[in-house]
């Protein structure tokens, strides 16, 4: 065979090699884009969830349980890093199956009565799947750490498909998602001195927050005991307000 005919043959199969690879990486991508979009609807169904609960409340009962609602999508260094953690190849089928908490939901609520309130409203409607309940308020983590942590499937509905995502939801107090911020922000840092101290009074500032949680709760149900006999223009002035109300 000829030089040339040599560095065609050459060419070609080196230009087939690229191209095959080129595919690969692109599939890749796009298998990777469609399994976070799963997660990203599955964060829109549960906020919307409970955004409608919130609502509800406000309607039926004139106060709103939901402070603010907080969400994220696990970044993919930090997937890819708790895989290797894992000690398992970062396959679709893997993340799938391992990982739960790739759709994040934080719910910020004003009382703690209110977030065993909300999971139970979440947890009994049809399409939510509970796989795991972790309750850190009636068993805090050794630092101090409150909080009720749900992972639990919702079914998300595409255009020909229909497929079960996963998510973890975390409901907790005001008081006690101010804690949990300063306590992750100082426990990265390094070279911290005393840090059995620190760790002690992050603790103690944990179990006074807890106190002044159940404090407020007890005056908020101390104040609903109150019923004060509205008069016929009251009763009819609130009716109105309820109509009022701006759904949008």
């Keep these: 065979m000829e030089k040339n005919n ?14 095959g690879q080129a595919m690969n990486l692109l599939d890749g991508v796009l298998d990777y884009k469609e399994l976070m979009m799963g997660y990203a609807c599955a964060i829109k169904e549960i ?7 919130d609502t509800e409340f406000e309607v039926r009962y004139k106060r709103n349980p939901i402070s603010s609602i907080e969400t994220r999508l696990k970044s993919q260094t930090s997937i890819l890093e708790k895989m290797a953690r894992m000690g398992l190849p970062p396959t679709r089928e893997n993340i799938e199956n391992n990982l739960n908490d790739i759709a994040g939901i934080r719910v910020i609520c ?4 209110d977030i065993y309130l909300l999971a139970d409203a979440l947890t009994r409607q049809d399409d939510i799947k509970l796989i795991k309940r972790k309750d850190y308020i009636s068993n805090p983590k050794p630092n101090g750490y409150r909080s009720l942590h749900l992972i ?3 079914p998300i509905f595409f255009a020909e498909s229909v497929k079960e995502v996963r998510a973890e939801v975390q409901i907790r107090t005001i008081a006690m998602d101010f804690w949990a911020s300063l306590e992750h922000q100082i426990k990265y840092k390094k070279n911290v001195e005393h840090a059995d101290k620190v760790i002690a009074r992050l603790k103690d500032c944990a179990d006074e927050i807890a106190h002044v949680d159940e404090t407020m709760q007890e005056i908020r149900m101390e104040m609903d005991k109150i019923q004060e006999k509205p008069t016929a223009e009251e009763v009819l002035y609130e009716k109105l307000k309820k109509i009022d109300i701006n759904f949008m």
Excluded at 47 to 53: A, D, I, M, R, S
Excluded at 110 to 113: A, E, L, N, Q, R
């Design 6 to 19: 040599w560095l065609q043959l050459a060419e070609g199969t080196g230009k087939n090699i690229i191209m």
């Design 47 to 53: 906020n919307t969830k409970f955004e409608v609960l």
């Design 110 to 113: 004003s009382y703690i009565d």
């Design 152 to 154: 639990v499937s919702i």
